[in-house]
């Protein structure tokens, strides 16, 4: 999964000198044939312009988060982004291409580039002032996030790592709660800015013809809420009574770890502030950890990726993946030039966490090199968020896998087979408890967008963690706004939906591809790997992400893999 410090756009894109090959099918002079030169030299233009400014944004990214330059980065990086933003939003061309589109067929390419402009123009439709009010509270609610350092009952500071400590190793209940309220703390203290940005967002969104801001994050990644809001539903139903009873076994055996019994237990007995990993409901992590301990993780990636015929050779040359000081500490994979120039920022130590890091940004960065170079520069990039994070989280997931562990990690077979059915448990909790959180992040989000002012979300915030994860509600809360401590809600809004939706297409992919690969397993698997790149890496955006799932895996998106491979069930 990514971090906040990790949005969309560190998927997304290539860039390439074929942008010139723009299909212009000519007919006959008037007519058809004059609608679609007009569109196609407008099209070719309108890239033209973008793609250098995208690419001086992506190589300030790579400086901002590799540490060089600061602050020249820092500069280039907001300007190439309001230019951009400047050329998708002139409601004149806007007002073109909706002409254009209604003229063209469905289904060809310059047709498809067209949509992807006018999708984007409706990104940035709306008052500009607003707009840069907007990316104005943003920047200074992503400092005093990152500025914010709690403190514990004797006034002492905390930082980020010393909490993760805490919860990683403390069994002294009453310091694991210290630790929590600590990392709480800059909710109070951000609270009234992401509330009044919530209603920015609003604002712009009313004037974008949509109800709200959560309404409209959806419609800029061309989500459906009401398709969206019933999926959600489905999966709760069936995931409840599962998640219910391995809830329950885990409270038992957190009650056993800490020595207290499992009413004394607290919020703070998880993984993480919000419960949203595993504290380990199976005795598997010590085992994962000494596997996995004398591994290169980005050896373990590149020879995994081999074996399913793709080479992350040349990303891996370009990448910048050893701890440092002064460089971002999270992980992710961006592609400067749409033509190839793919590369991973990662802060890799041995250990099972930078292992599936790896594997997962390994993913991303498989999908960006194997996109068809011969596309429009438009169409170089990834169907959706959703589907470059469904193949890198698959590929993730096998840093759990028992034949991966016995041939690329070298785990004694007679050690791992014998604890592989408690590996494929822990990873089915850890997804079943993955889906409830996000169920609280979504339907939270709405009811921030729905009244941002509301007297009543810290209330919001806890029955909805009480009612999806189970938890209880922590002592001596009221009205203190835990909520906002969850930076995504204020720097990444609407963005919940994609992690999970990615892990649904994730468990569609294996079932379908895994299956007509005639194999059990993705380890050195070539026709698996063969299916990826021609069925969902090649085509990038050439086709609607709806289409391009029901091309890959024979249907539309469905639970049901998910809920069969996690949850041991599917309602009818
Ligand atoms: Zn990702």
């Known amino acids: 999964m990514v971090g906040v410090g990790n949005p969309p756009w560190l998927t997304g894109a290539v860039r390439g000198d ?49 540490g060089e330059g600061v602050e020249e980065a820092a500069r280039v990086a907001e300007a190439s982004a309001l230019a951009i933003d400047d050329l998708y939003g002139r409601p004149e061309e806007a007002a073109r291409v909706r002409g254009w589109m209604e003229e063209l067929e469905a289904g060809s390419l310059l047709r498809r580039q067209l ?94 013809g949509h109800r709200d801001g959560f309404a409209m994050g959806l419609a800029h990644q061309g989500l459906d809420e009401g398709w969206l809001m019933g999926l959600l539903g489905r999966i709760e139903r069936d995931t409840r009574e599962p998640y219910r009873v391995r809830k329950a076994r885990l409270d038992g055996r957190l009650a056993d770890r800490f020595g207290v019994a499992e009413d004394e237990l607290g919020v703070w007995a998880g993984a993480d502030p919000f419960f ?103 169409l170089r990039e990834p169907a959706h968020t959703l589907v470059t994070e469904a193949v890198a989280m698959w590929l993730g997931r096998q840093a759990m896998d028992p034949e ?49 002012q509301a007297g009543d979300l810290a209330e919001t915030w806890y029955a909805l ?4 994860q189970l938890v209880e509600v922590p002592p001596d809360r009221a009205g ?27 468990s569609q992919l294996r079932a379908v591809l895994l299956e007509e690969s005639g194999e059990r397993t993705l380890s050195d698997n070539l026709a698996a790997g063969e299916l990826l790149i021609a069925r969902v890496f090649r085509p990038g955006a050439r086709l609607p992400w709806e289409r391009l799932v029901e091309e890959a895996t024979g249907e539309a998106l469905e639970p049901r893999h998910f809920l069969r491979e996690f949850a041991g069930r599917v309602s009818p």
């Not at 569109?39 to 901002?64: F, I, K, P, T």
């Not at 990690?409 to 087979?417: H, K």
């Open 276 to 378: 949203q990993r595993s504290p380990g409901l199976e005795d598997v992590g010590e085992a994962l950890e000494s596997w996995l301990a004398g591994r290169d993780p980005a050896d373990l990636a590149t020879r995994f990726l081999d074996g399913l015929g793709m080479n992350l050779r040349p990303v891996m040359a370009s990448s910048d993946l050893e701890p440092r000081a002064g460089k971002s500490q999270h992980a992710f994979c961006v592609h400067l030039d749409r033509s190839g120039d793919v590369r991973i920022l990662s802060n890799n130590r041995r250990g099972r966490t930078w292992a599936m890091t790896m594997l997962h940004e390994g993913g991303h960065a498989v999908y960006e090199r194997y996109l068809d170079p011969g596309l429009p520069w438009l």
């Open 465 to 468: 963690k009480q009612r999806y």
């Open 115 to 208: 949509e992807r402009v006018a999708r984007e123009q409706a990104r940035c439709a709306g008052p500009g002032e607003l707009r840069r009010e907007i990316v104005r509270e943003e920047v200074a609610l992503q400092a005093r996030y990152h500025g914010f350092r709690g403190r514990d009952g004797s006034g002492e500071e905390l930082s980020g790592p010393a909490i993760e400590a805490v919860f990683e190793g403390e069994r002294d209940v009453a310091r694991r709660r210290e630790a929590w309220e600590a990392s709480m703390q800059v909710g109070d203290a951000v609270a009234e800015a992401v509330r009044r940005l919530a209603g920015l967002r609003n604002e712009l969104a009313r004037a974008q």
């Open 404 to 452: 991966f562990l016995v041939e690329f990690a070298g785990a004694p077979a007679d050690e791992v087979t014998p604890l592989a059915a408690a590996l494929r448990r822990e990873q089915a909790f850890e997804m079943l408890l993955f889906a409830r959180w996000v169920l609280v992040m979504v339907h939270f989000e709405r009811a921030l967008y729905a009244d941002p």
């Open 18 to 66: 074929t942008s010139r090959t723009a299909e212009r099918e000519v007919r006959e002079p008037g007519g058809v044939g004059m609608v679609e030169q007009e569109a196609a030299r407008y099209v070719e233009a309108l890239a033209e312009a973008v793609r250098g400014h995208e690419l001086a944004q992506r190589r300030a990214w790579w400086d901002l988060a590799t």
């Open 480 to 506: 203190r706004e835990d909520w906002a401590a969850k930076i995504h809600l204020a720097l990444a809004p609407v963005y919940y939906p994609n992690y999970l939706l990615g892990e649904l297409l994730a």
